[in-house]
T-cell receptor
Framework: RKEVEQDPGPFNVPEGATVAFNCTYS??????FFWYRQDCRKEPKLLMS???SGNEDGRFTAQLNRASQYISLLIRDSKLSDSATYLC????????????FGTGTRLKVLA | DAGVTQSPTHLIKTRGQQVTLRCSPK?????VSWYQQALGQGPQFIFQ?????ERQRGNFPDRFSGHQFPNYSSELNVNALLLGDSALYLC????WGAGTDTQYFGPGTRLTVL
């Protein structure tokens, strides 16, 4: 089983739609969770950290479910500019410093 | 405030050659991590440097080595290049000493091995 798993998509949605991505992780001791956005042939950019209480930033909402070991990202009112690959990232903590990335979920918002 | 910078942006090498990639961290950051991203994959952790020492290493062979300088900048060296080393190499910095483990990425170096 991969340490971090994501549905690669692509998710093709119309403008204005709501879309949700899930990501599962295998290490129950994982401590830090993030969503990064990556545009084609560019570097990953931090979208948001994911906290136990969940967090929201404008149209984006991230949630963490420790019991089921998954994190989610909800995008409301999708814009054309949201088209990108969304990377789920887990830092296992406990003396380890590396980020473990999923393969990414590709989103295409259609006009 | 300068972000993470990397050089060169693109590089073409042939099998068996050696390459050095460079990274300058974001201002105020003291920790540098290196990642390899193959096409269609997520970034894979190579290693992390903190206080001029390799603090942790991923599943990469000894052909991959690195260095961190007193000004926190870092180099990634790859010896005896293989075709499979063709990838985007990403550097990420964080402020571990300041208690911030969130990583910020540079634009990457695209390495092509022929």
């Amino acid at each position: 089983r991969k340490e971090v798993e994501q549905d690669p998509g692509p998710f093709n949605v119309p403008e204005g739609a709501t879309v949700a991505f899930n990501c599962t992780y295998s290490n129950s001791a994982s401590q830090s969770f993030f969503w990064y956005r990556q545009d084609c042939r560019k570097e990953p950019k931090l979208l948001m950290s994911v906290y136990s209480s969940g967090n929201e930033d404008g149209r984006f909402t991230a949630q963490l479910n420790r019991a089921s070991q998954y994190i989610s990202l909800l995008i409301r009112d999708s814009k054309l500019s949201d088209s990108a690959t969304y990377l789920c990232v887990v830092n296992n903590g406990s003396g380890t410093y590396k980020y473990i990335f999923g393969t990414g979920t590709r989103l295409k918002v259609l006009a | 405030d300068a972000g993470v910078t990397q050089s060169p942006t693109h590089l073409i090498k042939t099998r068996g050659q050696q390459v050095t990639l460079r990274c300058s961290p974001k201002s105020g950051h003291d920790t540098v991590s290196w990642y390899q991203q193959a096409l269609g994959q997520g970034p894979q952790f190579i290693f992390q440097y903190y206080e001029e020492e390799e603090r942790q290493r991923g599943n990469f062979p000894d052909r991959f080595s690195g260095h961190q300088f007193p000004n926190y900048s870092s180099e990634l060296n790859v010896n005896a290049l293989l075709l499979g080393d063709s990838a985007l190499y990403l550097c990420a910095s964080s402020g571990w000493g300041a208690g911030t483990d969130t990583q910020y990425f540079g634009p990457g170096t695209r390495l092509t091995v022929l």
